[in-house]
């Protein structure tokens, strides 16, 4: 049974960072993409980071580039997003997805439940 669990999120001021991971057991993690994605309340759910198998290309959101990271580490099974000068616009929960299709994972691929992410002003 493939699980990916997220931790990390919280409530943090302005201008401040977190640290996101997501944990992935019953899969063979290093043969899958992974995404992190945010949903905000009364909207879509939309792509943060991606990050290939290897972890040699990444994709990024306009409104994150030079403010998030995404890496992975194969050894751990896990995917972490680094956030730093965080804004009140990025509060939203954020999902990671795994992905043995495409670098970008969709709707019919392995999601965690979330970890909610709230930034003060």
């Known amino acids: 049974q493939v699980q990916l669990v997220e931790s990390g999120g919280g409530l943090v001021q302005a201008g401040g960072s977190l640290r996101l991971s997501c944990a992935a057991s019953?899969?063979?993690?290093?043969?899958?993409?992974m995404g992190w994605f945010r949903q905000a309340p009364g909207k879509e759910r939309r792509l943060v980071a991606a990050?290939?198998?290897?972890?040699?290309?990444?994709r990024y959101a306009d409104s994150v580039k030079g403010r998030f990271t995404i890496f992975r580490d194969n050894a751990k099974n896990t995917v972490y997003l680094q956030m730093n000068s965080l804004k009140p616009e990025d509060t939203a929960v954020y999902f990671c997805?795994?992905?043995?299709?495409?670098?970008?994972?969709?709707?019919?691929?392995?999601w965690g439940q979330g970890t909610q992410v709230t930034v003060s002003a």
């Open positions: 997805a795994a992905s043995d299709s495409r670098m970008v994972p969709a709707e019919n691929d392995y």
């Open positions: 990050i290939t198998t290897s972890g040699t290309m990444t």
């Open positions: 019953g899969l063979t993690f290093s043969r899958y993409a």
